[in-house]
């Protein structure tokens, strides 16, 4: 398996702009303000495990792809 230097928010950002969302367009769908996207895209703030399945869900990707764990399920 290929090793990846992509973050768990390189590949929350890279997911959301696939989409063409901004931030604020993504936390509208997402159910959570314009800031806690931010955080998580620069790595501050590490999602719960509920919140985690809110954004793999939202976006349309798997948790192994989102965490880096997998290259396959991302966008």
Wanted: net charge negative.
């Amino acid at each position: 398996m290929k090793q990846t230097e992509e973050t768990f928010g390189d590949r929350l950002r890279q997911a959301r702009e696939a989409r063409g969302w901004t931030q604020d367009e993504f936390a509208e769908h997402a159910g959570m303000s314009r800031p806690h996207v931010s955080r998580y895209e620069c790595g501050s703030v590490i999602p719960s495990v509920k919140s985690l399945v809110k954004l793999c869900s939202e976006l349309g990707v798997t948790a192994d792809w989102l965490l880096g764990l997998s290259e396959e399920g991302g966008p």
